[in-house]
């Protein structure tokens, strides 16, 4: 079945750091791949996706590229804020299997430090 | 614009006992979705509904049993709770056609089993 591996947490950051949350997938079909945020006591939030092999999802300074050789879709930002502290999840949705649901990562929680 | 709402914000109920939670998705959205999300975890799929029926659903025992409405609103109900069950249930509404670009979460339910 579909799967995604995310990189455990807590990743311990300062404030400006290089950013890089990794992520992996197994699907059997064509997967879209999604990015959500989670903030202390709230729901999930979209950060970004990408629909196809290639394409690079970005909003708010993150990025992550579709990479279907690799299986991957790494989560980078150039320099976070305290404000970025949350728990975030990684999450594939396979229209292959002819329904889209979203199979998510364990999650990985980012704290930012002043 | 309303996103999607979820009702009650937080529950504590008893072992054995019956429990309903409710979901109103955004305007424009067809498709809901049912998450488990235990502490430490990533969502786990429960169940989907369109068109008032369950479409599809996970690895989850029959204790778990849903409705959707003409209006698209949707109910979740547990039965026999355990403690195991604790969680925040969060609902995410979709269209439809455009499942592949991602849902709206709700901010969840946080039930607790004692």
């Known amino acids: 079945g579909d799967s995604v591996t995310q990189m455990e947490g807590p990743v311990t950051l300062s404030e400006e750091a290089f950013l890089t949350i990794n992520c992996t997938y197994t699907a059997t079909g064509y997967p879209s791949l999604f990015w959500y945020v989670q903030y202390p006591g709230e729901g999930l939030q979209l950060l970004l996706k990408?629909?196809?092999?290639?394409d690079k999802g970005s909003n708010k300074g993150f990025e992550a590229t579709y990479r279907k050789e690799t299986t991957s879709f790494h989560l980078e930002k150039g320099s976070v804020q305290v404000s970025d502290s949350a728990v975030y999840f990684c999450?594939?949705?396979?229209?292959?299997?002819?329904?889209?649901?979203?199979?998510f990562g364990k999650g990985t929680m980012l704290l930012v430090s002043p | 614009d309303a996103g999607v709402t979820q009702s009650p914000t937080h529950l504590i109920k008893t072992r054995g006992q019956q429990v309903t939670l409710r979901c109103s998705p955004k305007s424009g959205h067809d498709t809901v979705s049912w998450y488990q999300q235990a502490l430490g975890q990533g969502p786990q799929f429960i169940f989907q509904y369109y068109e008032e029926e369950e479409r599809q659903r996970g690895n989850f025992p029959d204790r778990f049993s849903g409705h959707q409405f003409p209006n698209y609103s949707s109910e979740l109900n547990v039965n026999a709770l355990l403690l195991g069950d604790s969680a925040l249930y969060l609902c995410?509404?979709?269209?439809?056609?455009?499942?592949?670009?991602?849902?709206?979460f709700g901010s969840g339910t946080r039930l607790t089993v004692v």
């Open positions: 995410a509404s979709t269209y439809t056609g455009t499942g592949l670009y991602g849902y709206t």
């Open positions: 990408a629909t196809k092999a290639d």
């Open positions: 999450a594939l949705s396979d229209r292959g299997s002819g329904y889209s649901t979203l199979t």
